[in-house]
């Protein structure tokens, strides 16, 4: 479980391609790893993700097929920059809200402006997704906890601030960028409880 609270900005440093999936190698750069063990969750850009292996300034950790398919990992190249959290602790307060780290699908990004000191971005999905996409709702876009501005067709946008900008990758998007969408968890599970009521 996670917050949506970017700690760090990381980078891929090696990618290992192989039938089975990928093995991604990343420099955590500020990310403190001094209390995390293999084993531990991570979130890169919004996908939970499991250490198996571990340096001072760097973890390993493999991507199945299914990750690959479902976010913008099958395009991922040395070098790119990744948002970076590590999982939430029993004692720690939640600032942003409650990601699983589990992908809903992939966004595209559709325009870019500047409104104010912040930025304003509006993002297309395709599918079901926008049903659960409420304005003032919350969104994780790579692993950042949103809020939602507005919602029309299949498109809803977002105000980033300057903070946000610089503290996260969000400020390294151009138009066409792709993004991992998770939806708000409280959605999920109400069209649950709504389903069972109709059976």
Do not use: W
């Not at 391609?17 to 995390?36: E, M, P, Q, V």
């Not at 690959?68 to 040395?78: E, G, H, V």
């Not at 004692?91 to 409650?98: A, I, R, S, T």
């Not at 996409?133 to 501005?149: D, E, P, Q, R, W």
């Amino acid at each position: 479980m996670f917050t949506g609270i970017i700690q760090s900005k990381g980078s891929i440093k090696e990618i290992f391609s192989s039938s089975d999936g990928a093995r991604l190698k990343i420099n955590t750069n500020a990310l403190d790893l001094s209390d995390t063990k293999v084993g531990d969750s991570i979130a890169v850009d919004g996908v939970c993700l499991t250490v198996t292996e571990l340096t001072e300034s760097s973890f390993t950790a493999d991507v199945s097929n299914e990750t690959l398919t479902c976010t913008t990992f099958s395009a991922l190249k040395q070098g790119k920059n990744v948002n970076l959290e590590r999982s939430l602790r029993v004692n720690q307060g939640v600032d942003g809200h409650l990601v699983s780290g589990h992908v809903d699908g992939i966004g595209a990004v559709n325009s870019i402006e500047k409104d104010g000191d912040s930025v304003r971005i509006k993002i297309e999905v395709q599918g079901d997704i926008i049903k659960y996409i409420a304005k003032k709702g919350s969104i994780c876009i790579n692993g950042v906890s949103l809020t939602v501005n507005s919602v029309e067709n299949n498109f809803f946008d977002v105000n980033i601030v300057p903070h946000t900008l610089s503290a996260t990758t969000l400020g390294d998007l151009s138009l066409q960028s792709n993004v991992n969408i998770e939806i708000d968890q409280i959605a999920r599970y109400v069209e649950r409880l709504l389903s069972q009521n109709e059976e």
